[in-house]
């Protein structure tokens, strides 16, 4: 029978939801090698399954918790938006993938038992000693069974049957691979006579001190020894504690008594309210510095175990974030002990998206159509009810991008009277009559300005002024998504962060996402969506993280550590200011450390409380043209020892000194005298250098669809095959003139160009570019954008003997003009390999903003110099642009004969058009006249 594959019911013969706990009584992992075998539908491999006396000895092993389409069997498939069947509620195809699992195990542990599975997606169907138990849909929630009397001492037979597609696929639509397969953990769970089965911690706080009373189905003795705490569940208690926050997580461990048994508690004393359109925790306005988290490992799919989420954590801690929108389902519970442990503010999101009905016109969501309501109410409760006793989880959220509907009403008074001590989230809604936060995905920087005034249009669907949009102006704004970080990228970190900053109303924001969802090929390479033969498919639209999918921290992260820094330090008129981002902590944990070139020392750290600011007077300092300033921790932590960086700032000590490059002749310079080009600098063979307006586009330049899709105009007037033309030569004594044009193939616009070289002593030559456009450039917009230019400046070709950038600017890693906050202006010296970052699909990488001079050498090869007037832009690669254009995996680069060099009056910023508004235009190159100089030297 199958049935229940497509019945609307999320399941049967399940026990009710129940909080996720640990405690002393036996506990059996189930986790390991199960016996296997994977058929075409839904039939499995048929009813024989459940006997026990099944001779399974012939099936494939399988490790549980895995997913088994990244263990060899079937294939992954992913999409953004779209289902990968038809949409026919709640009817799946006949082709349905089964897995049929069985499992041998004992259990000498006494006959009340309840079976546990923490997540299978996405359909299970069970049997335990030849007796079907029932089945369970919502994948990433838990679901148990009652096997007290089915149990053997040994020789028990476990049988699971899971369908990769049923009727609770149509919940699961959350921009994510489709993974089928047990993928978290299965245990049994001895239950002693009279033990507690579910409790619910309420911990408030107020002006220094704890409420406490911990409700439970059956009587039991609470125990908090450090508080001196010994009552009865449901007595109150109110003594004298420190609060729980993401900046303090203070926990309070203790048990929870009945029946023989132990339950650990961690009892984290926090009250969540909002006051006056504020969010605010234990009476304090917060800020979230959050991130979007899908669970995902690039082996194991969504089956993490404990050491990968406890580094995302500390990663996390690392990088300044402190909060987490669990997108787009509730995860593994260990990742909320690790949250309440290392202290993040949790957005608790359920296991609910419909976005698939978008192009069904929404005709048919489930969230509209009574006959879901069930589904949608198991999910809910499974979430809370597993959840509730975590103090990170400080907000609910009942979906992702599953539109509207009536069964919200029902879903959110659930909530409320379940739990009234958190508010709920839910954005799609524009009513927000649901949710007790305004919300909002990818909104442009003056969108955001406007809405945090208060000034934002009424959404479509609202009428103005009336209850539900008097109501929604009044409530506090959560950024739930914004800055698509989808290859290099995002851009505007710093200007999304200082407007979320400049207005009371919001109380936060979520970067998607946290991780590329990335999966290990064959090959050791990565696959993205586009690599499976399958359609519909979502491409590379998976690989949009701040991790690479090995979890590599990206530039992007980097930028997004420092955008949201806890401290913001600022050097002016011989003092250092402190402004304390910090929501509830002073700075007392920190320690002050300044740098003027290799010269080190320390500063005293005032007394800042939180959200306040500071300063202190500068010491004596050495000699020197810059100075950092470093806060780092004063102590070791759970995530990261003494010492490490959790804030910086800059100053230049002297102001920059004027140009003045010395003059002579043309001393060791050759030039080509038909084309103008350098041939020699020293000993330096150089080719070029020609006018360069291409880039590899990045992944927001491409827009979404045809949206913001700058790559588009650029190829439309030609900037991908621009051909270059040399007019004239004119050689004196002192300088040497090129004028020339340089134009796409098909196209009547172009660019002038002049470049004057004059001498610049010894061996050196000063060169001034002055470009000048002509035709029809502006007035011809392509997608309606007026085009400009993702790049202006020289390219030159380089011998493969030089190894090693050294350079004085910003670095180490690279920057772009709308992400350069988390580069240092400084001395650096790097691999010109290392200058690469290996975005997973190939694309423009490896800037540096902001140059003052870089050097290029190599053992035993001559050397070049460029000096900037006052700095330029530089890239340095062993491939061009148009190899880095061409490759669609990294492993498609190889390096030429030559290192290319870019040497930049400017570079168009990153922005996060994939997913996003389009970049603004201050980050853009517009086309109009252009002149700019460098010098370039040679030794060697």
């Known amino acids: 029978m199958t049935d229940h594959v497509e019945s609307y019911a999320p399941g049967e013969g399940r026990l009710p939801p129940r909080a996720d706990f640990r405690s002393d009584a036996p506990r059996l992992s189930l986790n390991g090698d199960w016996a296997f075998r994977l058929t075409p539908t839904a039939a499995g491999t048929g009813p024989d ?20 389409v990244l263990e060899g069997y079937d294939r992954p498939l992913y999409t953004n938006t779209a289902y990968p069947f038809p949409i026919d509620p709640p009817h799946v195809p006949a082709q349905n993938p089964t897995g049929d699992y069985r499992r041998r195990f004992d259990w000498p542990f006494g006959e009340r038992a309840v079976l546990r599975f923490q997540g299978v997606d996405s359909c299970a169907r069970v049997w335990l000693n030849g007796t079907e138990l029932g089945h369970s849909k919502g994948s990433r929630l838990p679901f148990e069974f009652d096997v007290t009397g089915l149990l053997r001492p040994a020789g028990n037979v476990l049988a699971v049957r899971v369908h990769r597609w049923s009727s609770g696929s149509y919940l699961e639509d959350q921009d994510m691979w489709w993974l089928p397969g047990i993928f978290r953990d299965v245990e049994l769970l001895a239950r002693p006579s009279s033990a507690i089965d579910d409790f619910f911690v309420h911990a408030s706080y107020l ?74 925790v234990n009476g304090v306005p917060v800020l979230f510095r959050g991130v979007n988290r899908h669970e995902h490992d690039p082996e194991r799919g969504r089956a993490l175990d404990l050491a990968t989420m406890r580094r995302d954590v500390v990663l996390m801690k690392q990088h300044n974030i402190n909060a987490v929108r669990t997108s787009h389902y509730p995860p593994h519970p260990d ?37 879901w309501r069930d589904a949608l109410a198991d999910r809910i409760e499974r979430m809370v009810e597993r959840d ?237 043209d810059w100075l950092t300033v470093r806060a780092v921790l004063a102590a070791d932590t759970a995530w990261a020892p003494a010492g490490h960086v959790v804030a910086w700032g800059q100053a230049e000590l002297a102001p920059p000194r004027p140009v003045d490059w010395p003059r002579g002749g ?84 172009g660019l002038r160009t002049e470049m004057c070289w004059e001498p610049a002593g010894d061996g050196a030559v000063a060169l001034t570019v002055t470009v000048t456009p002509e035709g029809i450039w502006t007035d011809t917009p392509i997608g309606g954008h007026d085009v400009t230019l993702p790049r202006l400046g020289l390219r030159l070709a380089l011998p493969a003997g030089l190894t090693r950038a050294t350079w004085f600017g910003r670095g180490p890693g690279e920057s772009y003009v709308d992400s350069r906050a988390a580069a240092r202006v400084g001395r650096f010296t790097a691999e010109i390999d290392a200058l690469q970052t290996p975005y997973p699909w190939p694309q423009e990488n490896g800037n540096h903003v902001e140059t003052r001079w870089l050097e290029l050498t190599g053992d035993g090869q001559p050397g070049l110099r460029v000096e900037g007037d006052p700095w330029f832009d530089f890239t340095a690669r062993r491939w061009t642009s148009e190899d880095l254009d061409r490759a669609t995996k990294p492993s498609q680069l190889r390096p030429s004969e030559r290192v290319w060099l870019n040497v930049d009056h400017g570079q168009q910023g990153l922005g996060s058009a994939s997913c996003g508004p389009p970049l ?14 460098v010098r370039l030297a040679g030794w060697g």
């Open 49 to 68: 399954v459940a006997d026990p006396d099944l001779d399974d000895s012939g099936w494939d092993r399988l490790r549980v918790p895995s997913h088994w």
């Open 207 to 280: 002006d220094g001190r704890g409420t406490l009373r911990v409700d439970a189905d059956r009587p039991g003795i609470v125990e908090l020894p450090e508080l001196g705490v010994r009552m009865p569940t449901g007595e109150t208690v109110t003594v004298p504690v420190e609060p729980w926050s993401a900046e303090r997580p203070r926990l309070y461990r203790g048990t929870l008594t009945a029946g023989g048994e132990r339950i650990a508690l961690a009892v984290g004393f926090r009250t969540v309210s909002i006051v006056d359109g504020r969010l605010l």
């Open 335 to 371: 990742f909320l002990r690790l949250c309440d442990e290392y202290g993040l503010w949790v957005v608790d999101e359920c296991d609910i998206e419909t976005h698939g009905f978008i192009y069904a016109g929404w005709a048919g969501n489930p969230p509209a159509e009574p006959a």
């Open 388 to 624: 509730k006793n975590h103090p990170s989880v400080v907000v609910w959220s009942m979906g992702n991008e599953s539109w509207s509907g009536a069964t919200f009403g029902e879903l959110e008074s659930w909530i409320r009277k379940r739990d009234p001590s958190r508010p709920i989230h839910y954005e799609r809604d524009r009513s927000y009559r649901h949710s007790d936060f305004a919300s909002l995905m990818y909104p442009s920087l003056d969108e955001l300005d406007a809405i945090g005034r208060g000034e934002e249009p009424t959404p479509e669907g609202v009428e103005a002024g009336s209850p539900d949009d008097v109501r929604r102006r009044g409530l506090p704004f959560l950024l739930c998504e914004y800055a698509h970080a989808m290859g290099n990228g995002p851009g505007s970190l710093l200007d999304y962060q200082r407007i979320l900053e400049a207005h009371e109303r919001f109380c936060g924001a979520f970067v998607w996402e946290w991780i590329d969802h990335g999966l290990r090929a064959p090959d050791g390479g990565l696959l993205h969506g586009g690599d499976v033969d399958y359609t519909p498919n979502g491409g590379r639209y998976c690989l949009d993280g701040l991790l690479f999918a090995d979890r590599t921290p990206s530039p992007g992260l980097l930028e997004y550590a420092k955008a949201i820094e806890p401290v913001v330090i600022t050097i002016a008129d011989g003092r250092v200011w402190l402004r304390n981002r910090y929501d509830m902590a002073d700075l007392s944990h920190l320690r002050l450390e300044w740098t003027v070139g290799h010269e080190v020392g320390t500063l005293t750290v005032p007394h800042v409380p939180a959200r306040t600011s500071a300063s202190l007077p500068l010491p004596e300092l050495p000699d020197g």
């Open 666 to 749: 043309f001393s060791g310079v050759r030039f080509d005298p038909e084309t103008g080009q350098l041939v020699r600098l020293g000993d330096l063979e150089i080719g070029g250098p020609v006018l360069d307006v291409w880039r590899a586009p990045v992944e927001n330049d491409r827009g979404q669809g045809f949206r913001n899709d700058l790559t588009r105009a650029w190829r439309a007037v030609g900037l991908d095959r621009v051909l270059h033309r040399v007019d004239e030569v004119r050689t004196g004594d002192d300088r040497v003139v090129v004028r020339g044009r340089s134009g796409p193939a098909g196209q009547a616009l």
């Open 920 to 933: 603004p235009q201050r980050y853009r190159l517009p086309i109009r006249p252009y002149t700019f100089r």
